[in-house]
């Protein structure tokens, strides 16, 4: 909880991963903070955002991940402690920065917290980032807990300012998505005092021979902290026997530790905390003396092959189980049947458990079972546009070629049959890489081209594809969906959200005019009728057309709602005048509203009558958008009457006090 | 020894309130608790799970596949989804409650003689498993308890009362007034007592 994350009198305290690497951050005394939010590290940003008030910490939500880290960096060379976190593919896009700072260094103590997903619960890909850290010579801890990434975190600014050199914390879902009792230190905050850049010590550029210069200071470096890193109180042997070993970090730890309480065997295992630069003579000396190893590790085989180059000098012949001798995948997250069953048949136990039997037996149980699957909330501006483009479009689909890219509006592509007239699983690659795609797919082939993107996406890696479809007069169609926060990571903000002095407010069509974009076209997408011409003249003409389809993001605006004292007007169907014909489902498919299962009929004044069954909307989930009754083809929205089929409910109801 | 919590139902339902009053009622009573949650996508009407584990020595984030000692289904489709977690004969809270994935509504308007899955035929799944299932209907308690947005806590409460739960319900009404906001705090505490009584 937030309260605890700040507590000054707690000695432990029941903390969210991502809370306990806040905590950290604070009781390291740090001064400057930079993100942008990406599952599954967002919550960082979340804490910070709401405690940066209470404490002495400048902060800001970066256009991107790239930004973010060289805001961070900068800080530290201008003399403050800073932290920045992101996903793995964050750090893909702040890469380019991240292989610099390992040649430049920095001052103050600097971590750059990122996460990998293994099983892509909420990424486009799954990496194994700890590539990055042996690539590019910076030093990597791996925590297997909320409690150890709370301890990493505070040692990681201390070999920080040790090495001059910024520090990885390597995260997975499973570490970022957990919660636990965690021990609280105290705060011991410093007041922020302006530093100077010119005191420090160091420059920090890098380039041909000054580079090359780096290079050989960096090895030199790796060195230095590969010895620091073999007495370090994150790697550590649990003796045991037989002589068959473990070798195990990250969250995999865990399983291997109630793997073994569950066959009853004491093995000897390495845990180990310090994954780059790894601790060598360590590791050689725990295999020395065994038979075996194994290897537990999610994603890429990474401690896997280090460890058989070690084995080759030091104990040739020992068996190493991991993935290259097939008994691990390389595949998604790991848990504890996958280890139970490697460890059961390695260590010769008999056991009636059958995960595998169970499993197969339970989801027999849930073949009557309907697919759930993520869709935009009731309220949500996006499921409007979208309503509006699907009639444009109309009996169109193979004439279009559809580019997605990354926000609420990916969503699409999961709900492929809902929005089949969209091709929404066209294309999809990551954050902006809808307007080079467009552009690209435009050249080559006879189909229109559509692209859309988010508004945080825009600022993100947006501005070089919407430059490049200007001055190349490229053949696309692109839809700005702004809904005025980056909503699929928690509605953090961006630059065009209003957040009020000093912070300015960027508005996109400012931004595109100045690019030369002279004919946008500004769309309020909850009046969705009137939204389907222009997305129709753009489909019917040559060249780049623009479009802003624009309307704040649901959770946003409810949120917003709450602190205003403001309630929801939900919405209803009145069935006795109902002509049941699905309109507001189809193409539309709001949560909140669903089908009857009873059947019903009305007559209406010229004697016709409509039997079927009728729409519902359910007054606590409807967000009181209105857009169903917008494209109820018997409600005239803009004169209400009792003719009306789908209207507004007689009482309003409380914002959820969650949100 | 550990006992298992497997919590499920759809996003928006309040999960997390649930595992946060049960995370710092451990804490106050000196228990180790862990667990993992899937956020992110969890606002979205999509399926959402907390694994919850308690007791003197957790190692796991994550429940082994037949061994949660408490199924706790917020929602009865969602109930079945995640079965594979439960211990046969393990103990299953159910909310008679279904929330329509917009995917049946899309089946339906295709064509509307079909229907919408029972709460019956979700029963007739779970009974296979176990047949210690207590099914409440959270929102009616929560009604009662005057918020209908207590339906969570009710569950809770219902939690409270099953055989061999670490926790006492006394523990948990001390930290409802810290965690929800003042003036939700009443019928957060009578939602927990209604579901208490309704086992």
């Known amino acids: 909880m937030i309260q605890d994350v700040i507590s000054e009198d707690k000695s432990k305290a029941f903390l969210f991963c991502n809370e306990a690497i806040v905590r950290a951050a604070l009781e390291s005394d740090v001064k400057v903070v930079a993100f942008y939010p990406g599952s599954p590290v967002s919550e960082i940003l979340d804490t910070f955002y709401r405690i940066s008030n209470n404490f002495d910490i400048k902060m800001e939500v970066a256009t991107n991940e790239k930004v973010a880290l060289e805001i961070v960096a900068g800080a530290s060379m201008g003399g403050q402690r800073s932290l920045t976190a992101m996903k793995s593919v964050g750090l893909n896009v702040a890469s380019d920065t991240f292989f610099s700072l390992g040649y430049t260094g920095i001052n103050k103590g600097c971590v750059l917290v990122f996460a990998d997903d293994p099983f892509c619960h909420s990424s486009q890909s799954e990496e194994d980032g700890r590539f990055f850290a042996s690539n590019a010579y910076i030093p990597m801890l791996e925590p297997s807990d909320p409690v150890e990434a709370k301890e990493m975190v505070k040692h990681a600014f201390e070999i920080s300012e040790k090495f001059k050199t910024i520090v990885l914390i390597r995260t997975t879902t499973r570490i970022n998505h957990q919660s636990t009792i965690v021990p609280l230190d105290p705060l011991n905050r410093t007041v922020f005092e302006s530093t100077s850049f010119r005191e420090g010590e160091k420059k920090y550029s890098t380039v041909g021979s000054k580079a090359r210069e780096y290079k050989l200071m960096m090895l030199q470096r790796r060195d230095k902290i590969k010895d620091e890193f073999e007495k370090s109180q994150f790697n550590f042997v649990i003796e045991g026997y037989p002589n068959f070993g473990i070798i195990t970090s990250g969250v995999s730890y865990n399983y291997v530790l109630e793997v073994c309480d569950k066959l009853d065997i004491r093995p000897p295992i390495l845990k180990l905390g310090t994954t780059y630069p790894l601790p060598e003579n360590l590791i050689s000396n725990f295999i020395k003396k065994l038979k075996g190893v194994i290897i537990v590790e999610e994603l890429s085989p990474y401690l896997e092959l280090n460890v058989k180059a070690l084995a080759k000098d030091t104990n040739p012949d020992i068996i190493i189980i991991g993935k290259e001798s097939g008994h691990f995948s390389e595949a998604f997250e790991y848990n504890i049947p996958i280890i139970f069953n490697v460890f059961r048949e390695i260590y010769n136990i008999k056991s009636d458990t059958d995960y595998r039997t169970l499993l197969e037996n339970r989801n027999k149980l849930k073949s009557i079972l309907p697919i759930r699957i993520p869709v935009f909330c009731p309220g949500c501006p996006h499921r409007a546009t979208f309503w509006a483009l699907n009639r444009a479009i109309g009996g169109k689909s193979n004439e279009i070629a559809f580019m997605n890219d990354i926000g609420c509006y990916s969503m699409l592509l999961l709900n492929n049959d809902i929005y089949s007239k969209l091709n929404p699983d066209d294309l999809l690659l990551s954050m902006g890489a809808t307007l080079g795609t467009g552009s690209g797919v435009s050249l080559a082939s006879k189909e229109k081209v559509i692209s859309v993107i988010g508004d945080s996406t825009f600022f993100h890696a947006g501005l070089p594809g919407m430059v490049n479809i200007c001055h190349n007069n490229e053949d696309v169609i692109v839809i700005v969906l702004d809904n005025s926060v980056t909503a699929m990571t928690g509605q953090q903000t961006n630059p065009g959200t209003p957040v009020g002095d000093p912070k300015k ?155 | 020894m550990t006992y298992n919590i497997m919590t499920c139902g759809v996003g928006g339902q309040g999960l997390m309130l649930v595992s946060n009053i049960l995370g710092q009622a451990c804490a106050e009573q000196g228990l180790e608790i862990r667990t993992a949650e899937v956020h992110g996508l969890a606002q979205r ?121 670490p926790l006492k319900i006394e523990q948990l009404k001390e930290i409802i007034p810290r965690i929800v906001p003042e003036k939700a705090i009443d019928a957060n505490l009578k939602a927990l007592l209604l579901g208490f009584e309704s086992k």
């Not at chain 1, 005019?513 to 939204?531: H, M, Q, V, Y």
């Not at chain 1, 309630?567 to 009145?574: E, L, R, S, T």
């Not at chain 2, 079945?80 to 509504?105: A, C, H, M």
Request: net charge negative; proline share 5%.
């Open chain 2, 45 to 165: 009407s999509g399926s959402i799970y907390t694994h919850i584990r308690i007791g003197d020595k957790v190692y796991s984030p994550l429940i082994p596949y037949g061994e949660a000692d408490v199924l706790l289904g917020m929602e009865a489709i969602e109930a079945l989804r995640y079965i594979e977690f439960l211990k046969p004969d393990g103990n299953i809270i159910l909310n008679n409650y279904l929330w329509y994935p917009v995917q049946s509504t899309f089946e339906r308007v295709k064509n509307p003689e079909i229907s919408y899955i029972s709460i019956e035929k979700i029963l007739e799944q779970l009974e296979k498993v176990s047949k210690n299932i207590h099914m409440i209907d959270a929102l009616d308690l929560a009604h009662q308890a005057g918020n209908p947005l207590t339906s969570n806590v009710v569950l809770l409460g219902a939690l409270t009362n099953i055989d061999g739960f």
């Open chain 1, 505 to 659: 407010k960027i508005h996109i069509e400012n931004i595109l005019k100045g690019i030369g974009f002279e004919d946008l076209t500004i769309n309020d997408c909850f009046d969705a009728r009137n939204c389907i011409p222009s997305f129709k003249k753009a489909l019917g003409e040559k060249g780049p057309s623009v479009i802003i389809s624009r309307g704040p993001c649901a959770l946003w605006n409810d949120r917003n709602k709450r602190r205003r004292g403001e309630k929801i007007q939900p919405y209803y169907v009145d069935r006795d005048v109902c002509r049941k014909c699905h309109t507001c489902m189809r193409d539309f498919y709001c949560p909140a509203i669903s089908m009857e299962e009873t059947m019903t009929e009305f007559t209406d004044e010229n004697d016709k009558t409509w039997k079927g069954f009728s729409s519902h909307v359910s007054p606590e989930l409807c967000d009181g958008c209105g857009v169903c009754s917008i494209i109820c083809p018997y409600t005239n929205h803009e004169e209400r009457s009792a003719k009306d089929v789908i209207k507004p409910y007689k009482t309003p109801r409380e914002v959820r006090h969650d949100l």
